[in-house]
């Protein structure tokens, strides 16, 4: 049986321990706005994992992880710059699949031969094209609102009262974050502190009285949120049913345009801003232009807000990335003026401060599954406080290694999550037509056996499928591919340190049910399903317990 074994979960000195798988698995990592599918307007929609899934099933693998899918604004392409902690995108809203699109009277414009082109195109551009898509959705989501409230929500129907439960349950975070998403709808998009100062400033009587002039539009922003998480449970019951884990991504930070940082100003500062120091992606560091937490306001409401988030998230997952992990003992502040440091800056208060960080994440998650994001420039203490508290780090097999010498897969440790790279890195094809034939030499004497590649041979299906094979072998509990790296395809999904139409719109060439029949596809898939039942990694017959629930 897959479990989450939680006999761990106990104290270790003054820390909790987090739980963790107690089999091997295999997983895939695919961004949800990849998926293709005829069903979709040109984005990945939640009711597209259902195929997806299946598909897994198919082949063996376990595990599904996907990058951030909280709201961001129209003209926003990053998953890592939200306008929300909690708020998932509409766009992911699988439109056709719901109850109240179809019985609107939106569902009759899509006969109509303008409408038909547009979304063909949209569903067969190579790209993601976000604009147009939410152009095209935002009237049909209002139009299914409004079927909603003449059909459901005045003759108070059974939906209308799940409709109010969510609104209570939710209440602590959603009653802001529609405020919030009326005001940039009201105000053009403007960043939250050109508002008025009576909606910047959070004025009592100012904020009274738009709720009361704006009720039913307040209303339509929470209606979109139920029926995104209505089909997300719908995914997670289905997930439990074919013994699939849900791993989702909680982005550090979120936005300086957000609700969270507009409700919660104490909690931040409104000068200073976040980013990373030189690291292998830049030499020259990263302004991320995100806010700075007030540590120790928040440690002084005992991390409110970040309690929430991770209740949130074990509601939507079974396994949360903890992205920029090394941001809970320090950050690496950008002041207006001045040059950047780490905040704090001695160890002793980072390695304090992360340990209280992470047993709150730890109590607040239950059983479901943190793993750090322990990429880039890491002191020793932070991977050494992540095995103290029994938290999976990453294992990047490029970057496993001590200067020139590769460190056998093997040697990794259980607790962590191996991976051949992530949406930040160049893909495995990419990467060795890169790299020197020293560094191929290298990686070749971890990688041979009883292969007889030479650094000279270009990327060929041979070396794919060895690299693939190696992994699988590794001690990791958790391994996980980018459905890149899976398929042989050179996309890589976000370049670091750049903007612009290159990163956060890579789709798949076709659905994976097709590709799935067409070379070289097909063989590719054939041999992960058999190196996968080779490294006991599937777990088909057995009945997985969920980590947590999406009730």
């Given at each position: 049986?897959?479990?989450?074994?939680?006999?761990?979960?106990?104290?270790?000195?003054?820390?909790?321990?987090?739980?963790?798988?107690?089999?091997?698995?295999?997983?895939?990592?695919?961004?949800?706005?990849?998926?293709?599918?005829?069903?979709?307007?040109?984005?990945?929609?939640?009711?597209?994992?259902?195929?997806?899934?299946?598909?897994?099933?198919?082949?063996?693998?376990?595990?599904?992880?996907?990058?951030?899918?909280?709201?961001?604004?129209?003209?926003?392409?990053?998953?890592?710059?939200?306008?929300?902690?909690?708020?998932?995108?509409?766009?992911?809203?699988?439109?056709?699949?719901?109850?109240?699109?179809?019985?609107?009277?939106?569902?009759h414009t899509l006969t109509?031969?303008?409408?038909?082109?547009?979304?063909?195109?949209?569903?067969?551009?190579?790209?993601?094209?976000?604009?147009?898509?939410?152009?095209?959705?935002?009237?049909?989501?209002?139009?299914?609102?409004?079927?909603?409230?003449?059909?459901?929500?005045?003759?108070?129907?059974?939906?209308?009262?799940?409709?109010?439960?969510?609104?209570?349950?939710?209440?602590?975070?959603?009653?802001?974050?529609?405020?919030?998403?009326?005001?940039?709808?009201?105000?053009?998009?403007?960043?939250?502190?050109?508002?008025?100062?009576?909606?910047?400033?959070?004025?009592?009587?100012?904020?009274?009285?738009?709720?009361?002039?704006?009720?039913?539009?307040?209303?339509?922003?929470?209606?979109?949120?139920?029926?995104?998480?209505?089909?997300?449970?719908?995914?997670?019951?289905?997930?439990?049913?074919?013994?699939?884990?849900?791993?989702?991504?909680?982005?550090?930070?979120?936005?300086?345009?957000?609700?969270?940082?507009?409700?919660?100003?104490?909690?931040?500062?409104?000068?200073?801003?976040?980013?990373?120091?030189?690291?292998?992606?830049?030499?020259?560091?990263?302004?991320?232009?995100?806010?700075?937490?007030?540590?120790?306001?928040?440690?002084?409401?005992?991390?409110?807000?970040?309690?929430?988030?991770?209740?949130?998230?074990?509601?939507?997952?079974?396994?949360?990335?903890?992205?920029?992990?090394?941001?809970?003992?320090?950050?690496?502040?950008?002041?207006?003026?001045?040059?950047?440091?780490?905040?704090?800056?001695?160890?002793?208060?980072?390695?304090?401060?992360?340990?209280?960080?992470?047993?709150?994440?730890?109590?607040?998650?239950?059983?479901c599954i943190p793993v750090?994001?322990?990429?880039?420039?890491?002191?020793?203490?932070?991977?050494?406080?992540?095995?103290?508290?029994?938290?999976?780090?990453?294992?990047?097999?490029?970057?496993?290694?001590?200067?020139?010498?590769?460190?056998?897969?093997?040697?990794?440790?259980?607790?962590?999550?191996?991976?051949?790279?992530?949406?930040?890195?160049?893909?495995?094809?990419?990467?060795?037509?890169?790299?020197?034939?020293?560094?191929?030499?290298?990686?070749?004497?971890?990688?041979?056996?009883?292969?007889?590649?030479?650094?000279?041979?270009?990327?060929?299906?041979?070396?794919?499928?060895?690299?693939?094979?190696?992994?699988?072998?590794?001690?990791?509990?958790?391994?996980?591919?980018?459905?890149?790296?899976?398929?042989?395809?050179?996309?890589?999904?976000?370049?670091?340190?750049?903007?612009?139409r290159h990163n956060w719109?890579?789709?798949?060439?076709?659905?994976?049910?097709?590709?799935?029949?067409?070379?070289?596809?097909?063989?590719?898939?054939?041999?992960?399903?058999?190196?996968?039942?080779?490294?006991?990694?599937?777990?088909?017959?057995?009945?997985?317990?969920?980590?947590?629930?999406?009730?």
């Amino acid at each position: 049986m897959m479990d989450v074994s939680i006999a761990d979960k106990k104290s270790f000195g003054a820390n909790r321990r987090s739980p963790f798988l107690n089999k091997g698995v295999c997983g895939v990592m695919i961004p949800l706005f990849s998926i293709r599918s005829a069903e979709s307007f040109g984005v990945g929609e939640i009711l597209d994992l259902l195929p997806l899934i299946d598909w897994m099933s198919d082949h063996h693998l376990h595990l599904l992880q996907i990058l951030p899918i909280y709201e961001t604004s129209p003209y926003e392409t990053s998953p890592y710059q939200a306008l929300s902690g909690f708020a998932l995108d509409p766009i992911y809203l699988s439109l056709l699949a719901w109850d109240d699109f179809n019985q609107s009277e939106a569902a009759h414009t899509l006969t109509a031969p303008s409408f038909q082109q547009e979304l063909g195109r949209l569903r067969d551009s190579k790209e993601i094209c976000y604009e147009e898509i939410r152009a095209l959705k935002a009237p049909l989501l209002e139009q299914s609102f409004d079927s909603f409230l003449r059909e459901e929500w005045i003759k108070k129907s059974e939906r209308a009262r799940l409709l109010q439960q969510f609104i209570e349950k939710h209440a602590e975070w959603l009653n802001d974050y529609v405020l919030f998403r009326l005001l940039k709808e009201q105000q053009g998009w403007r960043y939250w502190k050109e508002w008025p100062l009576v909606y910047r400033d959070r004025d009592a009587a100012a904020m009274r009285a738009l709720e009361q002039k704006n009720e039913t539009r307040l209303l339509f922003f929470k209606y979109l949120q139920w029926a995104l998480w209505e089909q997300w449970k719908q995914v997670r019951a289905y997930a439990r049913e074919k013994n699939v884990l849900m791993m989702g991504d909680l982005p550090f930070l979120v936005s300086q345009d957000s609700a969270d940082i507009w409700t919660h100003r104490d909690a931040f500062s409104a000068v200073d801003s976040v980013g990373a120091p030189p690291d292998v992606f830049n030499d020259q560091g990263q302004d991320w232009g995100l806010p700075l937490f007030d540590w120790k306001e928040m440690e002084r409401k005992d991390f409110f807000w970040w309690r929430l988030r991770i209740r949130h998230a074990r509601a939507l997952f079974n396994l949360i990335r903890l992205d920029h992990v090394v941001g809970f003992y320090r950050v690496w502040v950008i002041p207006q003026k001045g040059k950047p440091y780490f905040e704090p800056s001695e160890e002793p208060e980072q390695i304090r401060r992360g340990a209280a960080f992470l047993n709150a994440i730890i109590e607040e998650a239950g059983d479901c599954i943190p793993v750090a994001e322990d990429l880039g420039v890491i002191p020793d203490f932070v991977r050494e406080s992540l095995t103290a508290f029994g938290i999976a780090g990453h294992k990047i097999l490029r970057w496993e290694k001590d200067d020139l010498r590769y460190r056998d897969p093997k040697a990794y440790p259980f607790v962590s999550l191996a991976t051949t790279g992530t949406h930040d890195t160049s893909t495995l094809l990419r990467w060795w037509n890169e790299i020197s034939p020293k560094e191929r030499a290298a990686f070749l004497a971890m990688l041979n056996g009883e292969n007889d590649f030479s650094p000279a041979d270009p990327f060929s299906e041979r070396l794919h499928q060895a690299i693939l094979a190696r992994l699988l072998d590794a001690g990791s509990g958790l391994v996980v591919f980018p459905i890149q790296d899976i398929l042989g395809l050179p996309d890589q999904i976000n370049i670091p340190a750049t903007v612009g139409r290159h990163n956060w719109r890579f789709r798949l060439p076709s659905p994976l049910r097709e590709l799935q029949h067409t070379s070289p596809f097909k063989e590719q898939l054939e041999s992960l399903k058999s190196f996968i039942d080779r490294h006991d990694r599937w777990h088909g017959g057995e009945r997985q317990i969920s980590p947590s629930s999406a009730e």
